[in-house]
């Protein structure tokens, strides 16, 4: 069974300090993952996927993650913060068997400290 | 562009009153999802839909239901709302391997 935990609810930086959100996965088959961003009252928007191509994504605004697949992990970074990056960031998997199910982690908050 | 839109942003009704969610894609898409999100649980899957009339029960689908008779919409139906149905729900259409969202309706039951 896919599941997904997001170390740290709430995240602050200074804005240009580097950004590190933490998320791990577990799935039974290689999976498909997610970064999806969330700005306060609007749904949910992707940033970036990694679908079993480069191990290094590149997303919008900036933002990037890895997949390390020893590691079972998906961090997103983002060299250096700005005040719009405030938001919520989640991180979800999909296993790649075409399964119709994402699983979504907890979430993370991210604060930008002026 | 891509878009889904839903029928309320916000939304307040009254223990035991039927509500009706609406969710609309215009992308041609065959699967549907509905989930509500709450804080610190993250997104929760309550019912997906993979074709006209066709739907299948996510995680969490105690209390609620859906109808999908055109492709383009999926109604969330709460048939007796209660209180801890109190939520913000996402709608989201799939194409391939992403998921495109609603705005969400943020959800009162008093």
């Known amino acids: 069974a896919q599941s997904v935990t997001q170390l740290g609810s709430h995240v602050s930086v200074s804005e240009g300090a580097l950004v590190l959100l933490r998320c791990n996965y577990s799935s039974s088959v290689p999976p498909y993952l997610f970064w999806y961003v969330q700005y306060p009252n609007q749904g949910l928007q992707l940033l970036l996927k990694?679908?079993?191509?480069?191990?290094l994504v590149k997303g919008i605004n900036g933002f990037e993650a890895e997949f390390k697949k020893s590691e079972t992990s998906f961090h997103l970074t983002k060299p250096s913060a700005h005040m719009s990056d405030a938001a919520e960031y989640f991180c979800?998997?999909?296993?790649?068997?075409?399964?119709?199910?994402?699983?979504f982690g907890p979430g993370t908050r991210l604060s930008v400290l002026p | 562009d891509v878009k889904v839109t839903q029928s309320s942003r916000y939304l307040v009704k009254r223990t035991g009153e039927k509500v009706f969610l609406e969710c609309v894609q215009d992308?041609?898409?065959?699967?549907m999802f509905w989930y509500r999100q709450d804080p610190g649980l993250g997104l929760r899957l309550i019912y997906f839909s993979y074709d006209v009339k066709m739907k299948e029960k996510g995680d969490i689908p105690e209390g609620y239901s859906v109808s999908r008779e055109k492709k383009e919409r999926f109604s969330l139906i709460l048939e007796s709302a209660s209180t801890n149905q109190t939520s913000m729900y996402l709608c989201a259409s799939r194409r391939s391997r992403e998921q495109f969202f609603g705005p969400g309706t943020r959800l009162t039951v008093l």
């Open positions: 979800a998997v999909n296993e790649n068997n075409y399964g119709q199910n994402f699983v």
């Open positions: 992308m041609d898409h065959e699967n």
């Open positions: 990694y679908t079993s191509a480069a191990t």
